[in-house]
Nanobody
């Protein structure tokens, strides 16, 4: 059984940092691309970042967020610096096959999802 468990969310002031972790069990992480998505209240879920052979970021987080993975620990990370109130959302990690040929932010291509971790940024 595949499980993705996010951790590391919390409440911070604007300009602060958080590091999200996504611990994966039931699959070998190095055979999968990992994505981070977020959903703010009243908004659609959006892709934040993904890591396959290369990292990808949505424009609003470029230069502030860094995605990484530790295959030995079967864990993916999202380091978030310079947080802004508009980053407030529920953050989800997801996994999909490395070679889909589809855009990194295409949610429907991700087979496995975590339950989410809340990030709240106050001004």
């Amino acid at each position: 059984q595949v499980q993705l468990v996010e951790s590391g969310g919390g409440s911070v002031q604007a300009g602060g940092s958080l590091r999200l972790s996504c611990t994966v069990s039931g699959l070998t992480l190095d055979r999968y691309a990992m994505g981070w998505f977020r959903q703010a209240p009243g908004k659609e879920r959006e892709g934040v970042s993904a890591l396959a052979n290369n990292p990808y970021y949505t424009d609003s987080v470029k230069g502030r967020f860094t995605i990484s993975r530790d295959n030995a620990k079967n864990t993916a990370y999202l380091q978030m610096n310079g947080l802004k109130p508009e980053d407030t959302a529920m953050y989800y990690c997801a996994a999909r096959s490395l070679y889909t040929g589809r855009p990194w932010a295409a949610e429907s291509t991700y087979n496995y999802w975590g339950q989410g971790t809340q990030v709240t940024v106050s001004s």
